[in-house]
């Protein structure tokens, strides 16, 4: 008889080998960008803590409990497709994708009213930060539903584990973006 042993190293990865390289790339660049705007707020301590107060942390803090519940409705449909509740696990994937619309709508009205105040990119350094993170952010939400989209559509364990790990960035990136953009 031969024993199994545990995959190691990359095997032992959840999903896919090419989610996890788009993943870690993603998380650079926004690693990248959050490490630009802390150096760049140095130069202009006050500045910054002037223009983060045109910024409505209560409508970011409502999506940050948006998304993470999203996250958790994505980790909810991977146990019930390795379970084999299907319909279920499209069900919650489909809850985890309108929270994620929930969050582009909040997100367009954080933006509309910066707009109706003037607010630009050119403002401040803060806004073209602020803008540039947030709307970066905002584009991996729109492909984090599609991916949800097509999981629900093609659901295997494997395939909701792969957008179910995409997704997962989706949050951890605004779980770094909103404290340090909208509280520090």
Not at 70 to 76: E, Y
Not at 104 to 125: N, R
């Amino acid at each position: 008889m031969s024993e199994q042993t545990a995959p190691q190293g990359i095997d032992a990865l959840p999903g896919d080998l090419m989610m996890w390289v788009l993943i870690v790339s993603e998380l650079l660049v926004f690693g990248a960008g959050l490490a630009a705007f802390m150096a760049v707020r140095v130069t202009d301590p006050v500045g910054f803590a002037e223009a983060q107060g045109h910024l409505n942390a209560t409508a970011a803090g409502i999506n940050t409990v948006v998304l993470v519940t999203s996250g958790w409705f994505a980790a909810l449909a991977l146990r019930c497709s390795e379970t084999g509740q299907i319909g279920r696990a499209r069900g919650l994937l489909g809850a985890a994708m309108v929270l994620g619309l929930v969050f582009l709508v909040v997100k367009w009205l954080e933006y509309v009213a910066k707009s109706e105040l003037g607010i630009t990119f050119e403002t401040h350094d803060f806004f073209l930060f602020y803008y540039m993170l947030t709307g970066f952010h905002a584009m991996h939400v729109i492909a984090g539903i599609v991916i949800l989209a097509l999981v629900a559509w093609k659901i295997s364990p494997r395939n909701t584990e792969v957008g179910a790990a995409f997704w997962h960035m989706v949050d951890l990136v605004w779980v770094l973006l909103f404290p340090i953009i909208y509280l520090l």
